[in-house]
């Protein structure tokens, strides 16, 4: 039996904003009386403790923190619903996360494709590697993210997005590579923890048996072409994003074997997809169709 309903999930969410009783009452137009005595019994029959007294005000215990996710994201889509019934049309907040080199490259003409069909969505990007991303989905930050392989799917709901071709590069003059122990020892400039084209070059060198003298962590693909160009070591990058940048024809490209060069970006969300985020992905090219043909 369901043991909670939108009701108690607003008065909730309204006393962690809110901090405390009385304010959260007087946003509900309730007295606190009954606000206080909603939450003991919406805590009654989870069988758990959503607040603990700090001083004078009430914090979120480990559960309180838990359902906060839930409450958020269990509430928007309540609203989002109500509007598209009332209203006939796709609206509200879509919130995505997404890998730098997609939101560069790939996303712009889809998310302007989007922008175009259903005008009143509000689109929210945000960038970051694949496992900042799940954490931020996880934590219901955001909605759906574009994330690469290799990636810990779990209980996510995926789709294939796009194929992007990766690149090695290195500063121009050095001999051509072909193993991954050809880079025994080097630098490798890459994105922080987390980034999964980081994790395929490092699982490549340690596949001949090599490892990285040491790996620079960068924020940008700018900065990691930079300092590639000025010898710092070497990096994969995707092909389209190294078109694009600045001082791409200050680098060598070195092509990298097939497993390793052509790469699937994903777009994965957690439990049911709300009306906009369905829409979105009927908008995503069919990687197998061919849509990014590879040589």
Known sequence: ????????????????REGGITRA???LHRVPSN????????????????????GRALALTEAGHRLLGHAERLLQMADLAEHELR?????GILRLGSLESAAGARLPPILSAF?????????????GTTRTLLRQLDRFEIEAAFVSEPFEKGSLSSVPAFDEELVLITARGVPAIRLGSDLSGQTLVAFPHGCSYRQRLVEWLAEGGAWPGRILDLGSYHAIVACVAAGTG????????????VLSRAVE???????????????????????????????????????????
């Open 35 to 54: 606000v206080t005595t909603r939450i003991k019994q919406f805590e009654a029959r989870l069988g758990v403790s959503l607040f603990r007294r700090q």
């Open 234 to 245: 070497a990096a994969i990058v995707p092909a389209e994003v190294l078109d694009q940048a």
């Open 25 to 27: 009452a007087s946003q």
């Open 1 to 16: 039996m369901r043991t909670m309903d939108l009701d108690d999930l607003d008065i909730f969410r309204c006393v962690v």
């Open 115 to 127: 922008h175009a069909q259903y005008p009143d969505v509000s689109l929210e990007l945000q960038t």
């Open 87 to 91: 209203s006939g049309t796709v609206r």
């Open 253 to 295: 490209r070195h092509p990298l074997p097939r497993p390793l060069r052509v790469n699937r970006t994903h777009l994965v969300w957690s439990g049911a997809p709300s009306t906009a985020l369905q829409a979105l992905t009927a908008l995503l090219p069919d990687p197998a169709a061919g849509a990014h043909p590879l040589a």
